[in-house]
């Protein structure tokens, strides 16, 4: 049997990529931000045009009885954990109390755990410091924003959703583009990357691996 990547993704994009030789599914989770259930025409709504999101709608297994809070961070806290806002510590969007409690495990760390290597590209909106950030609670591959919005106090001076810095990794980086464009591109250059090395013998696939390990440092 060939191998395959598997893969989970956060727009935030989640994604986790995994390699294995068992016929596993990939996983991506788009979430769009503040967006209620009725705000897409392929959901009924009589005003809003969305084709796009029609489009993948109809390609995607849709949580038809998911239910979350009204607001951002507990949501993505929520769907993270599985767990309450209340259990789960992110229950409101600022004052310390975005912030997911450390000894949770996420959605990432189990996909890590069956195999999978993990990753999220957007807003993340769950801690910009130790122990919560994105690196901090099982996803391998990061790029991403601190607070709510992208030009907001604690972001980098400047962005403007064009050409923006953001933490890649842990570390700041510029990079180029409209936002959304380039997180969707970095989450396919991952998956790319997975399907490269899942092509390759184990043997090579690891000095490939700890080779960029090195260089991502």
């Given at each position: 049997?060939?191998?395959?990547?598997?893969?989970?993704?956060?727009?935030?994009?989640?994604?986790?990529?995994?390699?294995?030789?068992?016929?596993?599914?990939?996983?991506?989770?788009?979430?769009?931000?503040?967006?209620?259930?009725?705000?897409?025409?392929?959901?009924?709504?009589?005003?809003?045009?969305?084709?796009?999101?029609?489009?993948?709608?109809?390609?995607?297994?849709?949580?038809?009885?998911?239910?979350?809070?009204?607001?951002?961070?507990?949501?993505?806290?929520?769907?993270?954990?599985?767990?309450?806002?209340?259990?789960?510590?992110?229950?409101?969007?600022?004052?310390?109390?975005?912030?997911?409690?450390?000894?949770?495990?996420?959605?990432?760390?189990?996909?890590?755990?069956?195999?999978?290597?993990?990753?999220?590209?957007?807003?993340?909106?769950?801690?910009?410091?130790?122990?919560?950030?994105?690196?901090?609670?099982?996803?391998?591959?990061?790029?991403?924003?601190?607070?709510?919005?992208?030009?907001?106090?604690?972001?980098?001076?400047?962005?403007?959703?064009?050409?923006?810095?953001?933490?890649?990794?842990?570390?700041?980086?510029?990079?180029?583009?409209?936002?959304a464009d380039v997180f969707f591109d970095?989450?396919?250059?991952?998956?790319?990357?997975?399907?490269?090395?899942?092509?390759?013998?184990?043997?090579?696939?690891?000095?490939?691996?700890?080779?960029?390990?090195?260089?991502?440092?």
């Amino acid at each position: 049997m060939k191998n395959k990547v598997r893969t989970p993704l956060f727009i935030g994009i989640f994604a986790g990529l995994s390699l294995s030789v068992m016929a596993q599914p990939n996983v991506i989770v788009v979430m769009t931000d503040d967006q209620g259930y009725p705000e897409i025409s392929a959901h009924g709504n009589p005003v809003l045009q969305t084709p796009n999101l029609d489009r993948l709608h109809s390609q995607s297994v849709r949580l038809s009885d998911y239910h979350v809070s009204p607001m951002c961070t507990p949501t993505r806290g929520q769907l993270l954990t599985g767990l309450d806002a209340a259990r789960n510590g992110a229950v409101n969007v600022s004052s310390g109390r975005a912030l997911l409690r450390p000894e949770n495990p996420t959605m990432a760390n189990y996909f890590a755990d069956a195999g999978y290597s993990t990753g999220v590209f957007g807003k993340w909106h769950l801690g910009a410091n130790y122990p919560y950030r994105p690196q901090d609670r099982g996803f391998q591959e990061s790029v991403w924003y601190p607070s709510s919005s992208i030009p907001s106090v604690p972001a980098y001076w400047g962005n403007d959703y064009f050409d923006d810095v953001y933490m890649h990794n842990g570390k700041e980086k510029q990079f180029k583009g409209y936002c959304a464009d380039v997180f969707f591109d970095e989450a396919r250059a991952i998956y790319r990357k997975a399907l490269v090395e899942a092509s390759l013998p184990a043997s090579v696939r690891k000095v490939v691996q700890e080779s960029l390990a090195e260089l991502s440092k």
